[in-house]
């Protein structure tokens, strides 16, 4: 696999970050709200990788397993 470009890099960073900040959000949540803005953050996850042409397996083995790095946070 080639390196990373240190702009790949950084959107990988903010992307990760974001994400994480996102989990922690629904997580303070009370426990009966969060399955609800589990579904919205995949809806709009969904609508970006649309909004960007990403197409494909990886989109979607990257959504599948973004959302599940979420919703690990609420099991932790």
């Not at 996102?22 to 919205?40: D, N, Q, S």
Request: charged share 25%; hydrophobic share 50%.
């Amino acid at each position: 696999m080639d390196e990373l470009t240190r702009e790949q890099e950084e959107a990988v960073a903010a992307t990760v970050g974001a994400i994480q900040r996102i989990a922690m959000a629904i997580v303070a949540l009370p426990k009966e709200e969060r399955a609800v803005h589990y579904a919205l953050v995949r809806r709009q996850f969904e609508a970006a990788i649309t909004e960007f042409a990403i197409e494909g397996a990886m989109a979607h083995a990257w959504l599948n397993s973004t959302m599940i790095g979420i919703q690990i946070c609420d099991r932790n």
